[in-house]
């Protein structure tokens, strides 16, 4: 049943309506009309299926017909701190990121980021692309919450937001002894996990240097070095799979 999203001051009463692109999804691409049912979530975890009532062109009346709580949502909330690589890759993991259960990602600008961003237009441009990418995939793999994809900040200020969190997790090729797998015996439901992945040149020794200081779990992920557009897919469906997120 298709589904989608609208923010919580669009349901009043017994009815919820949609604007924006969805409708023109709605009417021309499905081809829904009066009396079709679809599945409404209001972003923080609950699902209305609804029947449609009215439809217009720029906007759709529904009547909810049943709540529940989304059961797709994971036990924990992990942040994705990723290091900007070229173009078509951010989407990548904005996307399979979103399908495995993440909460919210963060691009970060490392040393070997070579990812420029011109301007605050230019920088706005591409957060409001990376968001609509995520809606996009939240929609198609059933979550109940979208995942927030925040404006790029630092190096710094990424280590120093990951420091109040549960777990702080960093792949890196060049650790050999501490692995992934040791963390996880200390994972529980509930956590606030975070995940820092580097760019494709990855991340620079003082940059390593810096985050075992500010106490990051700096972890192997085996003999094999994984590109940077799988790193945060494959940490993260690690943690759902123990976890219970799948």
């Known amino acids: 049943m298709p589904k989608f999203f609208v923010e919580p001051e669009k349901i009043k009463g017994n009815n919820i309506f949609i604007h924006g692109e969805d409708v023109n999804h709605i009417t021309k691409v499905l081809r829904l009309d009066q009396n079709d049912i679809i599945i409404i979530c ?7 299926t609804a029947r449609i009532e009215e439809v217009g062109k720029k906007e759709i009346k529904t009547k909810i017909l049943d709540s529940s709580d989304s059961i797709s949502e994971p036990p924990v909330y992990v942040t994705l701190y990723q290091g900007i690589p070229k173009a078509g890759k951010m989407e990548y993991i904005i996307q399979k990121t979103t399908e495995l259960g993440i909460g919210k990602i963060v691009p970060v600008i490392t040393r070997r980021t070579v990812v420029k961003i011109e301007d605050k237009k230019s920088e706005q441009n591409k957060v409001e ?3 609509k990418i995520a809606y996009e995939a939240a929609k198609q793999s059933n ?7 925040a404006y790029p900040i630092n190096f710094e200020e990424a280590i120093k937001q ?3 969190m549960d777990i702080k997790l960093m792949p890196y090729e060049k650790e050999y002894s501490n692995s992934l797998k040791n963390i996880l015996k200390v994972c529980t439901e509930g956590q606030n996990i975070g995940i820092f992945i580097g760019p494709e040149g990855g991340f620079d020794d003082d940059e390593v240097r810096k985050s075992q200081e500010a106490n990051l779990n700096i ?5 094999r070095i994984l590109r940077t557009e799988t790193a945060g897919a494959a940490v993260l469906a690690i943690l759902m799979y123990e976890l219970g997120g799948m």
């Open 42 to 48: 209001d972003g923080n975890g609950k699902d209305y």
């Open 129 to 131: 692309r990376w968001q």
């Open 143 to 149: 979550r109940g919450k979208v995942p927030h994809i």
């Open 162 to 164: 990951m420091s109040t």
């Open 219 to 223: 972890v192997s992920l085996g003999p």
